[in-house]
């Protein structure tokens, strides 16, 4: 069974600036598919950006990038010009062509301050 | 397109007792899932369903039945209930199951007292 890990429970950082979320991934399958979601504390889970693991460029949406890195098992988020709006849970998921469960990590807690 | 639907949005439930959440979704999808998010934790995977009249056990199943007679709904019932079942449960669904997004409802904050 695969697992996901979300080693930071909580980060923060300052307005305008850059953070990094990390994510590890455990799975025996070539063929998968990695997901960032954003809980904000309306509780409603937005997606953040996708990647596909055949997919060696990075997949990058507006101010998030993702660091993937296929032999580490690790997809990385990386939040650009963080806003007060970023403030959120942030969950790393993970789904394999072979299986047909979604995954998720622990999650981190980000807090954007002013 | 009113997406995944989930009700009640709360409910407090008495120990030993039983209740059906309840979960729809209008957008044709055959993936769904039931999840409960414990405070501060991450989503755990209740059961999923790949289509009409087939259903699979997640991560965490006990205590959990669910059904899928149609494509649009799958209930979750908690029969029994015990306060361990405090928790928020989402309800998701997807077109299929790899490189498309899940569709998440707004969830259920579920109490046994």
């Known amino acids: 069974a695969q697992t996901v890990t979300q080693s930071q429970p909580e980060m923060s950082v300052q307005e305008a600036e850059t953070v990094t979320l990390s994510c590890t991934y455990d799975t025996s399958e070539s063929n998968y598919y990695l997901f960032w979601y954003k809980q904000p504390p309306s509780r409603q889970m937005i997606l953040v950006i996708r990647?596909?693991?055949?997919?060696?460029q990075n997949a990058t949406e507006n101010r998030f990038s993702v660091n993937f890195q296929k032999a580490a098992k690790s997809f990385s988020l990386k939040i650009s010009d963080s806003q007060l709006g970023d403030t959120a849970m942030y969950f790393c998921?993970?789904?394999?062509?072979?299986?047909?469960?979604?995954?998720f990590g622990g999650g981190t807690r980000l807090m954007v301050k002013p | 397109n009113a997406g995944v639907t989930q009700t009640p949005k709360f409910h407090i439930l008495k120990i030993g007792q039983s209740m059906t959440l309840q979960c729809t979704q209008d957008m044709n999808h055959n993936y769904m899932y039931w999840y409960r998010q414990d405070p501060g934790m991450g989503l755990k995977l209740i059961y999923y369903s790949v289509g009409a009249g087939i259903t699979d056990k997640g991560e965490v199943p006990n205590g959990y039945n669910v059904s899928r007679s149609t494509t649009e709904d799958f209930p979750l019932r908690l029969e029994l209930a015990a306060p361990s079942q405090t928790s928020v449960y989402f309800c998701?669904?997807?077109?299929?199951?790899?490189?498309?997004?899940?569709?998440f409802g707004q969830g259920t904050r579920l109490t046994v007292v």
């Open positions: 990647q596909e693991a055949y997919k060696q």
């Open positions: 998921a993970f789904i394999d062509n072979a299986g047909n469960m979604l995954t």
């Open positions: 998701a669904s997807s077109p299929r199951h790899t490189n498309t997004e899940a569709f």
